[in-house]
């Protein structure tokens, strides 16, 4: 690729910001990833640094990837979001597309973040 790009990965399971982390720094190691535990620290970084991808859990405390989404999307209406849960649910869906950013079912994959960064 020929530009660096940000990612930011938004996730309260370490273990998940880490898988995340290794996936995008396994295919793209030029770029840089800064990673936040819950939206409100999304939100911090997003306005510290030019994001490009941010993948957001559903299910966080203080602030929930749903409502980080508005705010994200107001400091750089460019960035590129995936929202990550094992929430399904149909009123899910509908608030993602209303948002239009890209729904990402869980259990984490290669696959699935790839084709969100592809």
Known sequence: MGTNKCVLVVDDSRLSRIMITSIVQGSFPEWTVHEA????????VARANQIDYVTLDLNMPLMNGLEAAPELLELNPDVKIALLTANIQSSTQ???KKLGIAFIPKPISGDKILAFLG
């Open 37 to 44: 535990s819950n939206g409100q620290e999304a939100i911090d």
């Open 94 to 96: 509908e608030q993602v």
